[in-house]
């Protein structure tokens, strides 16, 4: 577990590493520069899960399963909102079903922690979450990341999935997703991406969002501008922060 600056959470949880580029989204992806660091220093861990394409980090695919890290929630006292592998996807096809089960489990005997999984791989989560063995958890928050409009499928597969709370994350955002339903999906994240080949965020893309937010009652959350120093861009939008949590629907 590791405290972090995200603004939507209050630690992260990694019990798998690794993943596999997807789509455009995944192009800067942090993980993998942060996974290329932890292997530098050694972390047994991260090792063999990047590699040097173009003088940056690029995951190899290589998927490691952290059993150990499984007794890590039990721990922790006092109530938080946990990023569950945000060094990983807990739905990429290599990590298996029953290992997810081990993780479901882990959630439903803490129920006092908040778990938020992300995935850009929806329609592997609505299936494996329809298989035995898994309940709606109402402390655990399931979405999907959408980069642009050719991913605004992962929608609808995201409405499959049984969950108290679906949310999606519109980061980075690098393109506009007019065509966007957020019907049925209780929060929305919205962020430009940041680091060093950061591509810009057009104002109107968020604009978009926020607009589909209201349609469908929506939750809002503005994570950040983003460009190579987030900090300086900041995160206010219409002169204001957007810091709000979805509702609970169950």
């Given at each position: 577990?590791?405290?972090?600056?995200?603004?939507?959470?209050?630690?992260?949880?990694?019990?798998?590493?690794?993943?596999t580029i997807l789509t455009a989204g995944c192009t800067n992806c942090y993980a993998m520069r942060m996974a290329s660091r932890l292997e530098a220093m050694g972390v047994e861990k991260y090792?063999?899960?990047?590699?040097?394409?173009?003088?940056?980090?690029?995951?190899?695919?290589?998927?490691?399963?952290?059993?150990?890290?499984?007794?890590?929630?039990?721990?922790?006292?006092?109530?938080?909102?946990?990023?569950?592998?945000?060094?990983?996807?807990?739905?990429?096809?290599?990590?298996?079903?029953?290992?997810?089960?081990?993780?479901?489990?882990?959630?439903?005997?803490?129920?006092?922690?908040?778990?938020?999984?992300?995935?850009?791989?929806?329609?592997?989560?609505?299936?494996?979450?329809?298989?035995?063995?898994?309940?709606?958890?109402?402390?655990?928050?399931?979405?999907?990341?959408?980069?642009?409009?050719?991913?605004?499928?992962?929608?609808?597969?995201?409405?499959?999935?049984?969950?108290?709370?679906?949310?999606?994350?519109?980061?980075?955002?690098?393109?506009?997703?007019?065509?966007?339903?957020?019907?049925?999906?209780?929060?929305?994240?919205?962020?430009?991406?940041?680091?060093?080949?950061?591509?810009?965020?057009?104002?109107?893309?968020?604009?978009?969002?926020?607009?589909?937010?209201?349609?469908?009652?929506?939750?809002?959350?503005?994570?950040?501008?983003?460009?190579?120093?987030?900090?300086?861009?900041?995160?206010?939008?219409?002169?204001?922060?957007?810091?709000?949590?979805?509702?609970?629907?169950?």
């Open positions: 577990m590791a405290e972090t600056s995200i603004e939507w959470t209050d630690a992260t949880w990694n019990p798998v590493a690794g993943c090792s063999g899960l990047t590699r040097k394409s173009g003088g940056r980090a690029k995951w190899t695919g290589k998927v490691v399963l952290d059993p150990k890290s499984l007794s890590i929630p039990a721990g922790w006292s006092k109530p938080r909102r946990v990023f569950v592998n945000s060094m990983s996807d807990l739905f990429h096809p290599d990590v298996p079903a029953h290992f997810i089960r081990r993780i479901w489990k882990v959630m439903a005997d803490t129920p006092r922690h908040t778990y938020q999984i992300l995935t850009k791989r929806p329609s592997r989560m609505a299936a494996v979450l329809s298989l035995n063995g898994f309940q709606v958890l109402p402390n655990v928050w399931l979405g999907t990341s959408v980069e642009d409009s050719h991913v605004l499928s992962r929608l609808d597969e995201l409405r499959q999935v049984p969950a108290a709370v679906r949310f999606v994350s519109f980061e980075p955002l690098i393109g506009s997703v007019a065509e966007g339903n957020l019907k049925d999906i209780q929060w929305a994240i919205v962020g430009g991406e940041s680091g060093p080949n950061a591509r810009p965020m057009d104002p109107q893309w968020i604009d978009e969002i926020f607009d589909q937010c209201i349609d469908a009652d929506t939750t809002f959350f503005f994570k950040q501008w983003g460009g190579k120093n987030k900090k300086a861009a900041g995160r206010v939008y219409r002169q204001r922060t957007w810091d709000d949590l979805p509702r609970l629907s169950m």
